[in-house]
């Protein structure tokens, strides 16, 4: 019975729990797998913004230094030595200006350069040598718009002297009277770490991508495995993106994590294809739905409190039902003193109506210190089914008077009534109680639980019943044996 009560809790909540982690497990599965698929379209979208915006800022920014009064004349310098060191140092001072953070996160440019007129290097940053009296007009073709009709623009520079990739602003620079006296060039190159700078504000991570490489990306380690990925499995999303149309997302699996990708091509960059790539990875963002494994837990714990409980509260249950089992099968095979004493809240009513019952069909109405019947010492039965003893015999005034013949039939015997009759109550109740254990346990019977005041109340409560039945001032008794039995002897006193 204890395994049932356990088996049946247990298979419950087994079931409730893998019910719930599987529904749970599932919801938030798909709840989280739509959110970060959307979330790719969100992210593309946002960076496209916020990369038009920053070409927009850069070239402003660009703008305004090709405007100011210390270049112009800076150009102006008629010694070709001199104009390239003045040069120089102004190059210098428009990469320290936009190394200052308050304009914007890219920090300090790559490179820096002023051409002439024709198109031809005057200076640069970092090396007053460097690229000196070279035509960048082949290789630059931002540099030839703005010669050719004086408007700024942004665009990719592939430098392949340096096997770089840098996004380039350039910006006109004009004589007061607003003559072209040549190009301001600012470059950044794409590096990793403006891809890291990108994702940091993004959330997500970024890579830039020419036609045959990942040039770059925020992630760390080599980014050679994802170009793999992206070439054997979706060149046609790489070609996509590069002729500027934005590829489906898809997924790929790098490092042990599953990311979704979207590309896409770098905005403001008309002459030179360079995409992007946004990853979201999807893995990590499904780390949520593991939550749903608190249920399988919290089920496993919530198990092993059911059988321990289970253990305890079936114990509490079982042994007092073992234990009137036992008692019950005592009383049928012939240990008619035999009774059930437990304590227990929920089965002491059962055993106290089944002690009473058994005292109803063997005529014993004793109740132990608790109020339970209980006939555990107490004088036994005849075989004849009537009490040992006139003083135990129901005193109701419809009780059939014992015949003369009756081994429990009153005495009355003058003598014997006067020699009782004297004898103090105190003294007689104490004698007859002292007999009447002392014949017990010359028969061979347990005396150990019959209780003197209880015993004596019971004497005096029949000897009233009998003196009234037969109408006489007193009854007292006398022990005596009938064959193996104790009996108690009534003497009538009138």
Not at 398 to 416: F, H, I, Q, T
């Amino acid at each position: 019975m204890r395994l049932k009560i356990i088996a049946g809790n247990l298979v419950t909540l087994l079931t409730v729990g893998l019910v719930s982690y599987l529904y749970v497990g599932m919801r938030l599965s798909d709840e989280l797998g739509r959110q970060v698929d959307a979330r790719i379209d969100n992210d593309q979208d946002l960076l496209d913004r916020s990369l038009r915006l920053l070409a927009s800022d850069f070239v402003r920014d660009t703008v305004d230094r090709a405007a100011t009064r210390e270049l112009k004349s800076t150009l102006n310098t008629s010694d070709p030595r001199n104009r390239a060191q003045r040069v120089y140092q102004q190059c210098e001072s428009i990469a320290a200006w936009f190394r200052d953070p308050a304009r914007g996160f890219q920090g300090p440019p790559d490179i820096v350069l002023v051409t002439d007129e024709r198109g031809k290097v005057v200076a640069r940053n970092k090396d007053v040598n460097a690229m000196h009296d070279v035509s960048i007009v082949g290789q630059v073709p931002a540099v030839a718009g703005v010669l050719e009709d004086g408007r700024s623009r942004h665009d990719v520079w592939l430098k392949h002297d340096e096997n770089k990739v840098m996004h380039i602003a350039t910006a006109p620079v004009r004589s007061e009277q607003g003559g072209l006296l040549g190009v301001l060039l600012v470059g950044y190159d794409l590096s990793n770490g403006m891809a890291q700078k990108i994702s940091h504000v993004l959330e997500s991570e970024v890579a830039f991508v020419t036609h045959d490489r990942v040039y770059s990306w925020s992630l760390n380690g080599d980014s050679a495995p994802f170009w793999t990925l992206l070439s054997d499995n979706h060149g046609r999303a790489v070609e996509e993106a590069l002729r500027g149309e934005r590829s489906n997302a898809f997924r790929v699996d790098l490092r042990g994590q599953q990311y979704v990708v979207m590309l896409a091509r770098l905005p403001a960059a008309p002459s030179t294809p360079v995409g992007y790539a946004v990853l979201s990875n999807r893995t990590q963002a499904m780390g949520l739905s593991s939550l749903s494994n608190m249920i399988l837990l919290m089920t496993a714990l919530g198990a092993l409190v059911v059988v321990v409980y289970g253990f305890i509260t079936g114990t509490q249950f079982l042994r007092p039902m073992e234990e009137i089992e036992d008692a019950v099968l005592a009383i049928i095979n012939g240990n008619t003193d035999r009774r059930i004493d437990i304590k227990s809240s929920e089965f002491g009513g059962l055993a106290y109506r089944i002690n009473q019952l058994v005292n109803l069909f063997t005529g014993v109405s004793e109740e132990d210190e608790n109020g339970r019947v209980s006939s555990r010492g107490m004088p036994s039965v005849d075989p004849a089914g009537n009490w040992q003893g006139a003083a135990f015999q129901d005193g109701g005034e419809k009780a059939e008077k014992p015949s003369p013949a009756s081994p429990n039939a009153p005495l009355d015997d003058p003598a014997l009534s006067a020699t009782l009759a004297a004898e103090p109550a105190e003294v007689y109740y104490n004698r007859v109680f002292g007999e009447y254990v002392a014949a017990k346990q010359a028969a061979g019977e347990d005396v150990s639980n019959i209780p003197q005041e209880r015993f004596i109340k019971r004497l005096e409560a029949n000897a009233k019943a009998l003196a009234k039945r037969h109408g006489v001032a007193s009854v007292r008794f006398q022990v005596a044996r009938q064959g193996n039995q104790v009996i108690l002897k009534p003497v009538l006193l009138r």
